[in-house]
């Protein structure tokens, strides 16, 4: 079971996307901690093992960024966080929980972070993490010590996280019926668990998670965005399905909630809802809750 150093809601507030930098390395002290989370992670909810490893950033690394169109302004990272998967049916949402929490850890050690989605199949970082012919990169992180002027701006995200960047509860959570919005009281013990869904991460923040409620049975789809992945830009960067990342996350953020809320749970794959897939709300996995 995956440790932390304080309570998981408050890691997810203070989380954020940091793109600049103090010129520091990481110390030795977090690196120690950060790597050995790293090697005691469990497989993903899929049981899939990715593998990650933390590396030190050289001046060099910054071109593995070049063509990622705003996370080109990264400055200054210190260090990123590499991974490599093998190709299953659920492989990209074990890799987005997966590498979500090692971010959680690493705020937790005060540290700034963000997701860099992109096709690192041939850069520098695959030769450093030894990537096979066999494996993908879907993303990377970019981490170290933020700045001050990141640290005011975490101030203000963290303010602001909850209220308008964020998509409202009706258009997110729904009972029984995608008609019929879940609202806070109906979610009980849950609430807290669905309030850190709605405040992670997501690439071009999308939120494409939905979650429908029935009865002890909480279900993830993921509704996806209109002509999302056709985008000539990205068709020209070859990325991965990022959504299909940001589900991993939601998934991540979800389960680390609950059980901090001693509310027992596991995850399913309810075959019947999967073999009717909807264009664009696809039905992915099940939180089943459990006395």
Partial sequence: MLQFNAPITEIIRRRFSCRNYQHKPVSASKQAQLQAFIEALPPGPFGSRPRFDLLAATETDSKSLRGLGTYGFIKSPSAFILGAMSPSEYDLEDYGYLMEAIILYATSLDLGTCWLGGTFTKSR???????????????????????????????????????????????????????????????????????????????????????????????????????????????????????????????????????????????IVEDELAKHPNPLTEYIVSWEAQS
């Fill in 125 to 267: 970082f695959a030769k450093k993490i030894n990537l096979s012919n066999s494996e993908t990169m879907p993303a990377v992180t970019s981490l170290g010590e933020y700045t001050a002027t990141e640290q005011k701006r975490q101030g203000l995200v963290s303010r602001t996280a909850g209220a308008h960047l964020r998509l409202p509860w009706d258009e997110l959570f729904f009972n029984f019926l995608f008609s019929t919005p879940l609202f806070q009281n109906e979610a009980a013990k849950y609430t807290t668990a669905l309030e850190m869904v709605r405040a992670g991460p997501s690439a071009s923040n999308k939120q494409p998670w939905r979650i429908l409620r029935h009865n002890q049975i909480w279900r993830f789809y993921l509704r996806r965005t209109p002509g999302y992945r056709k985008d000539l830009i990205k068709r020209i960067l070859d990325l991965c399905d990022l959504q299909r990342l940001d589900i991993g996350i939601a998934m991540c953020h979800f389960e680390l909630t609950a059980r901090e809320n001693n509310l027992k749970g596991k995850w």
